[in-house]
Nanobody, 126 residues
Framework: QVQVVESGGGLIQPGGSLRLSCEASGSILSSSFKGWYRQSPGKQRELVAI???????NYADSVKGRFSISRDIVKNAMFLQMNSLKLEDTAIYYC????????????????????WGRGTQVTVSS
């Protein structure tokens, strides 16, 4: 089964740091990690940090200077370093990637689609 899985969330005090990871697994032919999003209770999912099509990195204003996104092609993974965490950073964090894999029952073909993980909970609380 092809999927992306987030990890690294947890309970952290304000001012602390966490590093989230996103990995793709399964019979993947190719992958492209797009970015991180988050969703707080009662709010819509919002962009945290993404890689643009031109290769630039865009951050939400609320996390600029505190969060840093990176990806490791060799490890086939993407990361989000979160520093100086605030109460309002509490949310479920989701990873978005574009995955290509052999089409089921038609292995000579490939299927490519946008894929989301199930998220990892980050709770900032004193």
């Amino acid at each position: 089964q092809v999927q992306v899985v987030e990890s690294g969330g947890g309970l952290i005090q304000p001012g602390g740091s966490l590093r989230l990871s996103c990995e793709a697994s399964g019979s993947i032919l190719s992958s492209s990690f797009k970015g991180w999003y988050r969703q707080s209770p009662g709010k819509q999912r919002e962009l945290v940090a993404i890689f643009s099509s031109s290769g630039n990195i865009n951050y939400a204003d609320s996390v600029k200077g505190r969060f840093s996104i990176s990806r490791d092609i060799v490890k086939n993974a993407m990361f989000l370093q979160m520093n100086s965490l605030k109460l309002e950073d509490t949310a479920i964090y989701y990873c978005k990637a574009f995955l290509c894999y052999p089409t089921p029952q038609k292995p000579d073909y490939q299927t490519c689609q946008e894929s989301w993980g199930r998220g990892t909970q980050v709770t900032v609380s004193s």
